[in-house]
């Protein structure tokens, strides 16, 4: 599923197989989000996670939100 992009948000809805598989990975993307010292928003519900994403900050998109969603596909694709 590709994201969305509503008002200055970037947005996306994962399902995984159950919610132990979606914990793991929002522990790996929380890992790399403190790293990299920009963060996602997560809505979890059972074994959804819906993400948004934006520069809160600078009020809107920036390319630190384009590079986080295409870090979070990476992740998906393995």
């Excluded at 074994?47 to 990476?74: C, M, P, Q, W």
């Amino acid at each position: 599923m590709s994201w969305e992009k509503e008002n200055e948000t970037l947005k996306k809805e994962i399902g995984f197989k159950n919610q132990s598989e979606l914990a793991e990975f929002v522990l790996r993307l929380a890992k790399h989000s403190d790293e990299a010292n920009h963060h996602a928003d997560f809505d979890i519900r059972y074994n959804k996670l819906f993400i948004s994403i934006t520069t809160h900050d600078a009020g809107g998109l920036t390319e630190k939100d384009y590079y986080l969603s295409k870090v979070i596909d990476g992740m998906l694709d393995n």
